[in-house]
């Protein structure tokens, strides 16, 4: 059984970083790319950064220059490096694994919350 595990997220302050991380496990297929996306109140779940097994990495508008994603070496680690954070990055930051049978093979985590205040 797949499972998507994120850590990483909480509260900082505008201006402030934070680094998230997605384990995934349970795999018994390729691996196509693992990415990013987030959900704030009443909006639409939109994306934010993936990598594909290859590394190719690629980049959504609303966190570009601010956001580096990045994986370890087993390709089931994904991390995004959040700079420069404003209070509209506020959401549920969810990870999303797909497989080279995708749509098939999709899946997501849980979420985590990060949350921009002073």
């Known amino acids: 059984q797949v499972q998507l595990v994120e850590s990483g997220g909480g509260l900082v302050q505008p201006g402030g970083s934070l680094r998230l991380s997605c384990a995934a496990s349970?795999?018994?297929?390729?691996?196509?790319?693992m990415g990013w996306y987030r959900q704030a109140p009443g909006e639409q779940r939109e994306f934010v950064a993936s990598i594909t097994n290859a590394g190719k990495t690629n980049y959504g508008d609303s966190l570009k220059g601010r956001s580096t994603i990045s994986r370890d070496n087993t390709g089931k680690v994904v991390s995004v490096q959040l700079n420069s954070l404003k209070p509209e990055d506020t959401a549920v930051y969810y990870c999303r694994l797909r497989g080279t049978n995708w749509p098939s093979d999709d899946y997501w985590g849980q979420g985590t919350q990060v949350t921009v205040s002073s």
């Open positions: 349970g795999i018994v297929f390729k691996i196509f790319d």
